[in-house]
């Protein structure tokens, strides 16, 4: 199979501590033709120079450093500057199944889909234990010599069968759980780059809290081919620190959910299913997303 150009969108912000996992996961794909945009968003630690590093090794890495402007500004100015078929977005914290990119295209290219989206993993890490919390709580270092590190939990996610949907399969699918990570993120799926410039469809950058999820609403009223991939090929590591975390509270989530909904009802009235499923789209909006 010829392999189209992708190109995949990684914003960086204060990623130290993981930017450079992420982007070995990317650069050791076993699909080779990319383009890997990495965005600056202004970042405080040494999140840049590390991406830097890379970029001198990778000729494939585009590297842009900007003023911080937050995740939705920065995505945009990646897919302003993407040439790829398709588009691919990964998150810093996170990293991909060496096959990931290689999974989605073949079935983009088999199928002529204009989505695929996968199944992944949640990576979390297990309680420490009562003495590794003492020696927290004492200021210890809990990892010093002879201290095994936190031991990871890995789930899987998903639950569209593997296969082929028309759209009005696909939205119907949605319904079964609206508010799940596994529908509403942009990182475990491929778009085509020219349904997303046609339509003129970007990352809100007034939403502070499930952008992606308005993103992927637009994205699928106008794609009319999906397919699903049951291999999961993203970890998706959750931080309870992290800024995402941090911006998800009860009355954040009724705001914004109450803003999606007018999105909702729209895409499913355009198809005609509104009526049969307008009890789950009000159900979305008093439930609380997976975190």
């Known amino acids: 199979m010829e392999q189209p150009?992708?190109?995949?969108?990684?914003?960086?912000?204060?990623?130290?501590?993981?930017?450079?996992?992420?982007?070995?996961?990317?650069?050791?794909?076993?699909?080779?033709?990319?383009?890997?945009?990495?965005?600056?968003?202004?970042?405080?630690?040494?999140?840049?120079p590390v991406c830097e590093m890379y970029a001198r090794v990778d000729k494939r890495i585009l590297l842009i450093d900007k003023a911080?402007?937050?995740?939705?500004?920065?995505?945009?100015?990646?897919?302003?500057?993407?040439?790829?078929?398709?588009?691919?977005?990964?998150?810093?914290?996170?990293?991909?199944?060496?096959?990931?990119?290689?999974?989605?295209v073949e079935k983009a290219e088999e199928t002529q889909a204009d989505m695929v989206i996968s199944h992944y993993f949640r990576v979390e890490n297990d309680k420490r234990s009562e003495k590794a919390e003492r020696k927290k709580e004492a200021k210890e270092s809990w990892t010093e010599e002879g201290e095994e590190p936190p031991r990871q939990t890995i789930t899987r996610y998903g639950f569209l069968?593997?296969?082929?949907?028309?759209?009005?399969?696909?939205?119907?699918?949605?319904?079964?759980?609206?508010?799940?990570?596994?529908?509403?993120?942009?990182?475990?799926?491929?778009?085509?780059r020219d349904v997303v410039m046609d339509h003129d469809i970007r990352c809100s950058e007034e939403l502070t809290w499930s952008e992606?999820?308005?993103?992927?609403?637009?994205?699928?009223r106008y794609a009319a081919r999906f397919y699903a991939l049951e291999t999961p090929i993203y970890?998706?590591?959750?931080?309870?620190?992290?800024?995402?975390?941090?911006?998800?509270?009860?009355?954040?989530a009724i705001t914004t959910k109450a803003s999606l909904f007018t999105y909702y009802k729209a895409l499913y009235e355009e198809m005609g299913l509104y009526e049969e499923n307008k009890l789950q789209i009000y159900k979305y909006l008093v439930s609380i997303a997976e975190t």
């Open 5 to 48: 150009l992708v190109s995949i969108i990684l914003p960086v912000y204060n990623a130290q501590g993981q930017i450079a996992r992420c982007l070995q996961s990317i650069r050791r794909q076993t699909y080779e033709n990319l383009e890997i945009i990495v965005v600056n968003d202004g970042s405080k630690d040494v999140s840049l």
């Open 68 to 104: 911080n402007s937050g995740v939705s500004a920065t995505r945009n100015l990646a897919i302003e500057m993407a040439k790829g078929k398709y588009l691919q977005f990964v998150d810093s914290d996170d990293y991909l199944d060496p096959n990931a990119t290689r999974l989605m």
């Open 161 to 192: 069968d593997e296969g082929f949907y028309t759209k009005e399969e696909f939205a119907k699918n949605l319904m079964k759980e609206p508010a799940s990570f596994y529908y509403g993120v942009m990182w475990n799926k491929l778009y085509r």
């Open 212 to 220: 992606d999820l308005l993103f992927n609403l637009e994205y699928i």
């Open 235 to 252: 970890y998706y590591v959750y931080n309870p620190d992290s800024f995402l975390a941090s911006r998800f509270t009860i009355k954040n």
